[in-house]
């Protein structure tokens, strides 16, 4: 009987570290957006220190660790592709984060072709349900 109990125990405890480890993504509205105001694609920027302006439609902006529906934090690929959508953001210099709700963020880029991509996600990091992605545009720094 007490065996049966310590099964059953650590079997409900399997199920909830799986369920932790296997992230549920949040729902989004199908119409929110996310999108580059500025700069536009393919802009030169000399100096190559500029203001990204991020922009939103369709749903809020909440700091990281506050949990609230359709509301999310940006975050902003630089040189590097979307990362996998079921995961967490990874957080380096390829992909910040703007946990504190900012919706501009201040970039410093070397001379070059850059990309640059947004990806909204929840207050864990993780991309909602539908994922909520910019479109990649270029920007080059000239020498
Ligand atoms: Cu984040």
Redesign the pocket.
């Known amino acids: 009987m007490k065996q049966t109990g310590l099964i059953v125990t650590l079997a409900a405890a399997g199920a909830l570290f799986g369920g932790a480890a296997v992230a549920d993504p949040k729902p989004m509205p199908p119409d929110a957006r996310v999108y580059i105001i500025w700069p536009a694609d393919g802009q030169v920027i000399p100096g190559g220190k500029f203001w990204v302006r991020m922009g939103l439609s369709g749903a809020g902006v909440a700091p ?1 660790g506050i949990e609230k529906a359709n509301t ?4 902003l690929l630089v040189d590097v592709d979307l990362p996998p959508l079921d995961q ?2 990874p ?1 380096d210099k390829n992909h910040l ?3 504190l709700g900012q919706t501009e963020a201040h970039l410093e880029l070397p001379p070059g072709r850059h990309t640059l991509q947004m990806l909204f ?1 929840d207050d ?2 993780l991309p909602h349900n539908p994922p909520l992605y910019s479109k990649k545009i270029t920007i080059i720094v000239p020498p």
């Open positions: 990281a999310g934090h940006h975050h967490e953001i957080n984060h703007y946990g996600a864990t990091h």
